[in-house]
């Protein structure tokens, strides 16, 4: 390993400090006399033995290496990873929200709940909905709330032993069956015709006694909206199901067109993609389930409302499907995402869809000719191109995902939906720039250009990463995720 990649272990030398602490009042004996023999450690920590300045340096250097979309380009299809400002960030920081607690009295957190309150109303604005909870901790989560709310409301009916299926596209996003399998239903899924849109004729001959509902997004994961949706409403309503909807692809439709008015009846939303709160490895995140009035007395406790005097925490809602997360949700993601839509305002949320849309259909019309583009129609806010042309040549899309990074520019999500070969799916937002998206296009012709004169280079790529390839599948079934002296 290098000097520059080394593991702050292999830094470290014996008897250097970060910090002392001052030798006075209690010594090491006499503290441990203060602890519970069971609590003591039988043996020093393994801890590395550095200067205060190799710490922060090596943290510093270590905090270089990554990658955000405070760094560059991020074009990750389906995750729409756009600028969060930084706004948002001085809004989560006052400290009349940082320094509260969810164990203080209501009457002490009257602003918090004011927000919650008014985030919820903005969400049903927004969707369409009757009611949202604000609690899941990201999309998924959402999902699994909504899908316990159906399975809740089939029990309520009577009916929860007879429909045990859910259906689901075979462009959806994993999570959607995942979810669907959890709660217990079965999955059913339901293929995409030629133009990349649910195959009606499929779905009726899926749709029967047992159909508990639909997952859908729309637009769907190949970027396109389902033109017939009011029919699939329909279809599924008169045969007594729910609609879910997926709102993670709720970038390009917001202030167009509302989920609740296309007849879905649940939905989850993706703060920490829609809302441009920060996300990325993980989290934090929060997916707001959203429902219809109907089914509003099903939504995870506690909701705010409000009477005349202030703001309350409702928890006595005898159908609700109880908690899915401690308090109130991700609270500071939650002011983030407020803050952006004050600061947005209606007419900025339509813009950031119109923006959204644009810049992905800008992006698909300059990259068609090198790259196939399995369904060549007006797309939303991304697209989904194939390899396959570069993958005869040699080149598969994971070589052009790697080569990418030799550009600093983060790959675009490989291989989903999975129902495209080869598939590079594309959304570039609409924080992003024409100068920007142009030599995202010079990258990838210039890599395409490359499979046909010298395949080696994208095979072998990166060539300037701090690693080059892994071995996935050894890191997957072997994780090594703790040092160790002997290793
Ligand atoms: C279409 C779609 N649905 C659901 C999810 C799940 O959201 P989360 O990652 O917040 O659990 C994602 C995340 O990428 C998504 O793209």
Same mark, same amino acid.
């Given at each position: 390993?290098?000097?520059?990649? #080394?593991?702050?272990?292999?830094?470290?030398?014996?008897?250097?400090?970060?910090?002392?602490?001052?030798?006075?009042?209690?010594?090491?004996?006499?503290?441990?006399?203060?602890?519970?023999?069971? %609590?003591?450690?039988?043996?020093?920590?393994?801890?590395?033995?550095?200067? =205060?300045?190799?710490?922060?340096?090596?943290?510093?250097?270590?905090?270089?290496?990554?990658?955000?979309?405070?760094?560059?380009?991020?074009?990750?299809?389906?995750?729409?990873?756009?600028?969060?400002?930084?706004?948002?960030?001085?809004?989560?920081?006052?400290?009349?929200?940082?320094?509260?607690?969810?164990?203080?009295?209501?009457?002490?957190?009257?602003?918090?709940?004011?927000?919650?309150?008014?985030?919820?109303?903005?969400?049903?604005? *927004? !969707?369409?909905?009757?009611?949202?909870?604000? #609690?899941?901790?990201?999309?998924?989560?959402?999902?699994?709330?909504?899908?316990?709310?159906?399975?809740?409301?089939?029990?309520?009916?009577?009916?929860?032993?007879?429909?045990?299926?859910?259906?689901?596209?075979?462009?959806?996003?994993?999570?959607?069956?995942?979810?669907?399998?959890?709660?217990?239903?079965?999955?059913?899924?339901?293929?995409? &015709?030629?133009?990349? /849109?649910?195959?009606?004729?499929?779905?009726?001959?899926?749709?029967?006694?047992? !159909?508990?509902?639909?997952?859908?997004?729309?637009?769907?994961?190949?970027?396109?909206?389902e033109e017939d949706i009011l029919k699939i409403a329909e279809i599924?309503h008169?045969?007594?199901?729910?609609?879910?909807?997926?709102?993670?692809?709720?970038?390009?439709?917001?202030?167009?067109?509302?989920?609740?008015d296309m007849g879905?009846?649940?939905?989850? /939303?993706?703060?920490?993609?829609?809302?441009?709160?920060?996300?990325?490895?993980?989290?934090?995140?929060?997916?707001?389930?959203?429902?219809?009035?109907?089914?509003?007395?099903? /939504?995870?406790?506690?909701?705010?409302?409000? &009477?005349?005097?202030?703001?309350?925490?409702?928890?006595?809602?005898?159908?609700?499907?109880?908690?899915?997360?401690?308090?109130?949700?991700?609270?500071?993601?939650? *002011?983030?995402?407020?803050?952006?839509?004050?600061?947005?305002?209606?007419?900025?949320?339509?813009?950031?869809? =119109?923006?959204?849309?644009?810049?992905?259909?800008?992006?698909?019309?300059?990259?068609? !000719?090198?790259?196939?583009?399995?369904?060549?129609?007006?797309?939303?806010?991304?697209?989904?191109?194939?390899?396959?042309?570069?993958?005869?040549?040699?080149?598969?899309?994971?070589?052009?995902?790697?080569?990418?990074?030799?550009? %600093?520019?983060?790959?675009?999500?490989?291989?989903?939906?999975?129902?495209?070969?080869?598939? *590079?799916?594309?959304?570039?937002?609409?924080?992003?720039?024409?100068?920007?998206?142009?030599?995202?296009?010079?990258?990838?012709?210039?890599?395409?250009?490359?499979?046909?004169? &010298?395949?080696?280079?994208?095979?072998?790529?990166?060539?300037?990463?701090?690693?080059?390839?892994?071995?996935?599948?050894?890191?997957?079934?072997?994780?090594?995720?703790?040092?160790?002296?002997?290793?």
């Amino acid at each position: 390993m290098s000097k520059e990649n #080394q593991l702050i272990f292999e830094k470290s030398r014996e008897g250097k400090k970060g910090c002392s602490l001052p030798e006075d009042e209690l010594s090491t004996m006499e503290i441990e006399t203060l602890i519970p023999e069971k %609590h003591l450690r039988q043996k020093e920590p393994e801890l590395p033995e550095v200067s =205060e300045v190799e710490v922060v340096r090596h943290f510093t250097a270590l905090s270089h290496k990554n990658y955000g979309v405070d760094s560059g380009f991020y074009p990750l299809g389906s995750c729409t990873m756009k600028y969060n400002p930084k706004v948002n960030e001085d809004a989560a920081q006052y400290s009349g929200f940082s320094e509260t607690h969810p164990h203080q009295p209501q009457k002490m957190v009257q602003g918090n709940l004011k927000l919650l309150y008014e985030l919820e109303q903005k969400l049903v604005e *927004i !969707t369409g909905m009757g009611r949202f909870s604000l #609690q899941p901790a990201a999309g998924a989560q959402g999902e699994l709330a909504g899908l316990m709310i159906i399975k809740k409301d089939l029990k309520n009916r009577g009916v929860s032993d007879q429909k045990t299926e859910i259906i689901v596209p075979d462009s959806a996003h994993g999570t959607n069956p995942a979810s669907a399998t959890m709660v217990g239903f079965e999955v059913r899924e339901v293929e995409s &015709n030629e133009r990349g /849109l649910v195959d009606i004729g499929q779905l009726k001959e899926l749709v029967g006694e047992k !159909t508990a509902g639909i997952m859908l997004t729309n637009p769907n994961t190949l970027g396109l909206f389902e033109e017939d949706i009011l029919k699939i409403a329909e279809i599924i309503h008169q045969a007594g199901g729910l609609l879910y909807y997926d709102g993670a692809n709720l970038n390009p439709i917001m202030g167009k067109v509302r989920p609740g008015d296309m007849g879905f009846d649940i939905i989850h /939303l993706n703060l920490h993609k829609t809302f441009s709160t920060p996300h990325g490895g993980g989290g934090p995140g929060s997916g707001p389930v959203g429902v219809t009035e109907e089914l509003a007395r099903y /939504l995870p406790l506690p909701l705010v409302e409000k &009477n005349e005097q202030r703001y309350v925490l409702d928890n006595d809602r005898p159908d609700s499907i109880g908690k899915v997360r401690s308090f109130y949700g991700n609270f500071g993601i939650l *002011i983030r995402a407020y803050s952006y839509l004050l600061a947005a305002g209606a007419e900025g949320l339509e813009q950031a869809a =119109e923006d959204a849309v644009l810049n992905a259909n800008y992006l698909k019309e300059k990259l068609k !000719t090198e790259y196939d583009l399995p369904f060549d129609r007006i797309c939303k806010h991304e697209f989904v191109l194939s390899g396959s042309r570069q993958k005869e040549q040699g080149v598969s899309t994971a070589d052009i995902a790697k080569r990418l990074l030799d550009f %600093h520019i983060h790959p675009p999500t490989m291989y989903f939906p999975l129902i495209v070969d080869e598939a *590079i799916m594309v959304e570039p937002t609409e924080t992003e720039s024409k100068e920007t998206l142009d030599h995202f296009v010079e990258v990838m012709n210039q890599i395409s250009r490359e499979a046909q004169t &010298n395949p080696q280079k994208a095979q072998n790529a990166p060539h300037n990463m701090v690693v080059g390839r892994l071995d996935e599948t050894e890191a997957a079934r072997s994780p090594k995720l703790r040092w160790h002296p002997e290793q």
